[in-house]
């Protein structure tokens, strides 16, 4: 086999000139791929190399499918919307808006939930029961019990977001016994003890568990009161019935109970400030200046005798925010009910005509009564009552031997 040399410039043979043009070589110049390259002088350049092979990644669109070589994707245009294509999207942008809102409102108010109850929770776990019990021949009257609620009146704490402690006054029933008991925060369980000694000082105060009457087992009935008409509008009390005790009435209709049956009374108050009263006294000044001047009044008499003096005694005592809770439960739902009529009716006789009566209270939701009966709870937005220290004692005091 022949071998050829080497090629080289030296070597390479002239082009042959083509006629009537004269070419120049460049000293340098460059190869199709870019590549410089240096020609001695008077020297033809190479011939341009073939472009070096560039491999393209493939990949495969789908296992066992075509090959598709991966590079940018080509730009594509969407066709302009019309206007209710716009308008449609809009409300649905919207529509998703307002999902995500409730959705969020929901966990919100979740949230809010479970922190309320778990204020209640810590107020109800430091809760302090304390039971008293007074000798049957004691004469003590149910005034003296008005200087405890006028003393836990004074416990008000002020500002617009400020928690007042409550305190819950409770009669206890079942077929045997009839139960006297205070449940009152552990940081006030000394003072509630000290005034009922300073109020009757042979009663014994004894530390007792909660009682828990959903531990029984029957038909449980309840109702929750309030007074009708404004918070300065007072119910009976002690001193308009004179000799009689109105007690007697209420503990009466607790002591026709037989096994497997019993009730509770709840009281929970909630210090309720000044601003009650203050709005008592600007409808008396308004009253007693109507009567110097009836022209301003039309000739209607504004407020009677008796309304000006329920209303002026109810304002000079200091009050509570009050709600006055009732269960009953019993083996059948008729007798269930039959007890909780008859306490009822005997709350009757406290009903004014002229000023304030209790009535029931629509229950909205069973689960919210249940909780705020167990923790003793008064509602921060829900002050529909006003009791003062003097119809407290009308309603909870202790029995003496009249």
Do not use: C
Not at 93 to 111: D, Y
Not at 139 to 156: M, R, S, T, W, Y
Not at 234 to 254: R, W
């Amino acid at each position: 086999m022949e071998t050829l040399p080497p090629l080289t410039p030296e070597t390479l043979p002239p082009p042959p000139p083509e006629e009537g043009r004269k070419e120049e070589v460049p000293a340098s110049a460059e190869d199709s791929a870019g590549r410089p390259f240096l020609a001695p002088a008077g020297s033809v350049p190479p011939p341009p190399l073939p472009p070096l092979p560039v491999s393209v990644p493939a990949v495969p669109e789908k296992p066992g499918g075509p090959i598709v070589p991966s590079g940018p994707e080509p730009e594509l245009s969407a066709p302009p919307l019309s206007e209710e294509e716009l308008k449609a999207a809009r409300r649905a942008s919207f529509g998703r808006t307002l999902r995500w809102l409730w959705v969020w409102w929901e966990r919100q108010a979740k949230k809010l939930s479970d922190r309320a109850i778990s204020a209640k929770d810590r107020k109800a776990l430091d809760l302090v029961f304390l039971e008293i019990l007074v000798p049957r021949d004691n004469e003590v009257k149910a005034d003296a019990a008005e200087q405890i609620f006028a003393a836990l009146a004074h416990l008000h704490r002020g500002g617009l977001l400020a928690t007042q402690p409550n305190f819950s006054f409770e009669i206890i029933a079942d077929h045997k016994h009839i139960h006297f008991v205070v449940a009152a925060p552990r940081e006030f369980a000394a003072l509630v003890e000290k005034q009922i000694h300073a109020a009757y000082p042979s009663a014994q105060v004894s530390e007792v568990p909660e009682y828990d009457i959903f531990q029984k087992e029957g038909y449980v009935s309840f109702a929750q009161l309030a007074t009708t008409g404004p918070k300065y509008y007072s119910l009976k009390t002690y001193p308009d019935f004179g000799e009689v005790d109105p007690l007697n009435g209420i503990t009466s209709a607790l002591t026709k109970f037989a096994e497997g049956e019993a009730a509770v009374i709840q009281i929970a108050i909630s210090p309720a400030g000044l601003d009650w009263q203050k709005q008592g006294q600007s409808l008396l000044a308004r009253a007693k200046q109507l009567e110097k001047q009836p022209s301003e009044a039309g000739g209607k008499v504004v407020l009677s005798k008796e309304v000006e003096e329920g209303i002026a005694r109810k304002v000079s005592k200091p009050g509570h925010y009050a709600l006055v809770r009732i269960v009953t439960v019993a083996p059948s739902a008729p007798s269930s009910q039959m007890h909780l009529q008859n306490i009822l009716a005997s709350l009757q006789p406290l009903s004014s005509p002229h000023l304030a009566s209790f009535k029931p209270k629509k229950v909205w939701s069973i689960k919210s009564f249940s909780v705020d009966f167990i923790y003793r709870h008064v509602p921060r937005f829900a002050h529909w009552t006003v009791l003062s220290s003097e119809e407290l004692a009308t309603l909870f005091h202790f029995p003496n031997k009249s």
